[in-house]
């Protein structure tokens, strides 16, 4: 899934099975602080279930913990684009 934010692409390849994330790649041209963010991100959605209510879950989470910040794209960005959410652009 390709999904753009206000400023950036979020790009997301993820691998499903039995309704659980067992492998996903987020890559973009957004920026996130610390750069070592996103790999965090990335584990802590393996095994979790393929819907729109438990990424949120697992990305409101992620922010919470890691304190990340992601200029111009917002935690519901993410949401949607690691969903699988298209939108207009």
Known sequence: NVYKAQ???IRV?????NEKIIEIRITGDFFIY??????ILENMLVN?????EDIETV?????KVTKAQTPFVSKNDFV????GVENEG
């Open 34 to 39: 610390p750069e070592t963010a996103l790999e």
């Open 7 to 9: 400023k950036g692409l």
């Open 80 to 83: 949607l684009a690691i969903a």
């Open 13 to 17: 390849s993820k691998i499903v099975e």
């Open 59 to 63: 990305v409101n989470n992620f922010f």
């Open 48 to 52: 979790v279930k393929d819907t729109k």
